[in-house]
Antibody, heavy 120, light 108 residues
Framework: EVLLVESGGGLVQPGGSLRLSCAASGFVFSDYWMSWVRQAPGKGLEWVANIRGDGDETYYVDSMKGRFTISRENAKKSLYLHVNSLRAEDTAIYYC?????????????WGLGTLVTVSS | DIQMTQSPSTLSASVGDRVTITCRASQSISYWLAWYQQKPGTAPNLLIYKASNLESGVPSRFSGSGSGTEFTLTISGLQPDDFATYYCQHYNNHSPYTFGQGTKLEIK
């Protein structure tokens, strides 16, 4: 069974930083592109970034380039999102999602998400 | 970037009804369109991919159609479990993967 479990969210002050983690199980983690998708309270879904199975290729939505960094540790079957210079508008549930094999950007499994709240 | 626009934003219907949600892309995306269902407090769930392919385990009352810039999601014979928010999404190039703003399906 494919499982994705996010952690690392919480309350952070504006300008602060966090590292979000996603622990994967039930599939060969290194074979898959992985993404982070976020959802502000009461709002829609916004793709954030993704990373290739070997970690050597990454893409970001333009508005988050430079502040967010996606990475992975295949030996630990873990995906990460380092978020810096946080703003109130970054408040959201952050989901990790698996991209279906050979299909960029089709999210076939999602975690339950971790809530990041940016507030003073 | 490709923009995805869904209509309506909110839809009221009754159990047993047939409903249709529309998604329009700002430029042609061929058939690279997915639909997701999201219930409150849960993650999205993939329903349809490549515009009209039903994901394994999804009831056959869900169907998708379209290509190019206009797509539809149809639910035939609404069940109580179907009242949720639905999102379309463009995919299959490297970035960015864009979602529609969502359609909330409410009980009339």
């Amino acid at each position: 069974e494919v499982l994705l479990v996010e952690s690392g969210g919480g309350l952070v002050q504006p300008g602060g930083s966090l590292r979000l983690s996603c622990a994967a199980s039930g599939f060969v983690f290194s074979d898959y592109w992985m993404s982070w998708v976020r959802q502000a309270p009461g709002k829609g879904l916004e793709w954030v970034a993704n990373i290739r199975g070997d970690g050597d290729e990454t893409y970001y939505v333009d508005s988050m380039k430079g502040r967010f960094t996606i990475s992975r540790e295949n030996a630990k079957k873990s995906l990460y999102l380092h978020v810096n210079s946080l703003r109130a508008e970054d408040t959201a549930i952050y989901y990790c999602a698996r991209e279906r094999a050979y299909t960029y950007g089709l999210f076939d499994f999602w975690g339950l998400g971790t809530l990041v709240t940016v507030s003073s | 970037d490709i923009q995805m626009t869904q209509s309506p934003s909110t839809l009221s219907a009754s159990v047993g009804d047939r409903v249709t949600i529309t998604c329009r892309a700002s430029q042609s995306i061929s058939y690279w369109l997915a639909w997701y269902q999201q219930k409150p407090g849960t993650a999205p769930n993939l329903l349809i991919y490549k515009a009209s392919n039903l994901e394994s385990g999804v009831p056959s009352r869900f169907s998708g159609s379209g290509s190019g810039t206009e797509f539809t999601l149809t639910i035939s014979g609404l069940q109580p479990d179907d009242f949720a928010t639905y999102y379309c999404q463009h995919y299959n190039n490297h970035s960015p993967y864009t979602f529609g703003q969502g359609t909330k399906l409410e009980i009339k």
